[in-house]
């Protein structure tokens, strides 16, 4: 049975998927300040992931910072993105719940010291991701109306479009 969580990581996967879809259209020549932001936000988003990941699994933290001065392009972006989200919903279907209830402390990039359980960060994960995407939303807008709709009412009826139908159908 799929948990909530998973769940959740699943709508995030499929969300980055379409904002990442939607990115891929902006005309680069005409709006290259909407499609920069869009990467740098990308980018910020993976590299928060790629942290988290090393704290789930008490390993170095592989980025001192939150985001870089020279923002990788597109491709790589969807690639880190794409894998980033496949290894946490293989993590959270793989770890048993008692583990994900289980607390780690650590410190922030910021240096302020922070404790989560495993399963308050996978929802962070997918929380951290609505938020940044919603801000890419606004550069899409900007460039000409691409923004998907990624809500997660959307992703559930999608994926289960007989809850569209009246009780009883």
Do not use: C
């Not at 993976?46 to 392009?73: D, G, I």
């Amino acid at each position: 049975m799929t948990s909530q969580i998973q769940y959740q990581l699943q709508y995030k996967q499929w969300a980055d998927k379409r904002t990442l879809d939607a990115v891929e259209l902006i005309d680069s020549v005409q709006f290259p300040s909407e499609i920069a932001f869009a990467r740098q936000q990308l980018n910020h988003m993976v590299r928060v992931e790629e942290v988290f990941r090393a704290r789930l699994l008490e390993k170095p933290e592989p980025h001192s910072t939150s985001n870089t001065e020279v923002v990788p392009e597109l491709a790589e972006l969807r690639e880190r993105l794409s894998a980033s989200n496949d290894w946490l919903l293989k993590y959270a279907e793989s770890t048993p719940s008692e583990i994900l209830a289980g607390k780690i402390h650590f410190q922030f990039l910021d240096g302020l010291d922070g404790t989560l359980s495993r399963e308050e960060i996978l929802f962070h994960m997918v929380n951290h991701g609505t938020y940044h995407r919603g801000a890419i939303g606004r550069a899409l807008d900007l460039a000409g109306g691409l923004r998907p709709a990624d809500t997660y009412t959307v992703f559930i009826h999608a994926m289960e479009p007989k809850r569209r139908l009246p009780p009883g159908n």
